[in-house]
């Protein structure tokens, strides 16, 4: 019985059919465990933060059963807050169909929210949008736009994708070097995956755990196991943050600068 739970307990059957555990795992997962419930009363009180750290627990199985469906209605309630970053995963979710039925449309409409706000893998990606007229009629001014102001935030994918388009006064959507993110090779639909599977932590999620009162090591192994990388404005918003996120966290995320 145990080996099938292994994942959810850390234990599993020896070649002698005795139960065996890794108490590294298994203390892990009760530490995911109970951050997703705390996270999780806090959510369903209304809290936008606690919503989308919530959606991408479920997106990614952490503390819970992985589920799309469950993570896209808690990036919905906090996307329908006004919450920048939820609006951008679920519009990442209407871009791959996890959780939802695929719509082009509806993709557009929640990275235009996003975008709008400043974030920038939504310009970046509204603006791939606009560039080969995937949700939208293609439009070569608003994807200049939109590319450019997130290549002024440092996005290395929206400066790759305005040197194509200006040269060649469009981008090839099968080609997926014109449709990556960090400009190093990962290609919009893996994008999409990213955003709405094993999501980056961002900094608005973690002053929510901080707050929450998620340990820091709990947190620095989240910035670790998702590849988090974070901007001088982040590591600001967290230094200035109340209540304060722990010293040992702000010094993971400047470890980690984009």
């Known amino acids: 019985m145990c080996a099938g739970v292994m ?10 059919g005795a139960m065996v555990i890794d108490p590294n795992r298994f203390i892990k997962n009760i530490s995911d465990t109970y951050q997703a419930q705390t996270i ?65 449309a509806e993709t557009v409409k929640w990275f235009s929210l996003s975008a ?44 790759n994708a305005l040197r194509r388009l200006e040269s060649n006064g469009e981008l090839d959507a099968n080609q997926p070097e014109n449709l990556t993110e960090s400009g190093t090779g990962k290609a919009t639909a893996e994008a999409s995956d990213s ?31 998702t590849n988090s990388k974070f901007s001088s404005q982040d590591l600001a918003s967290a230094q200035q943050a109340k209540p304060a996120v722990d010293p040992e966290v702000i010094k993971c995320m400047a470890a980690n600068l984009r």
């Open 7 to 16: 994942l959810a307990t850390g234990c599993a059957i020896d070649e002698h």
């Open 40 to 104: 999780k009363q806090e959510a369903e009180r209304g809290d936008a933060g606690a919503q989308l750290v919530l959606g991408s627990y479920y997106a990614s199985g952490r503390g819970v059963p992985r589920d799309f469906v469950e993570a896209a209605k808690w990036y919905r309630l906090s996307a329908e807050q006004g919450n920048a970053t939820a609006q951008y995963r679920l519009g990442a979710c209407y871009a791959s169909g996890k959780g939802v039925e695929p719509d082009p």
């Open 116 to 159: 709008e706000q400043g974030y920038m893998p939504a310009q970046f990606r509204l603006g791939l949008c606009y560039a080969v007229g995937r949700g939208t009629a293609p439009d070569r001014a608003e994807a200049a736009k939109w590319l450019h102001k997130a290549a002024d935030q440092g996005s290395l994918g929206a400066q």
């Open 195 to 225: 955003a709405t599977q094993n999501p980056p932590l961002t900094v608005d999620e973690i002053k929510t755990l901080s707050s929450s009162g998620v340990k820091a090591e709990a947190v620095i192994a989240q910035i670790k196991e």
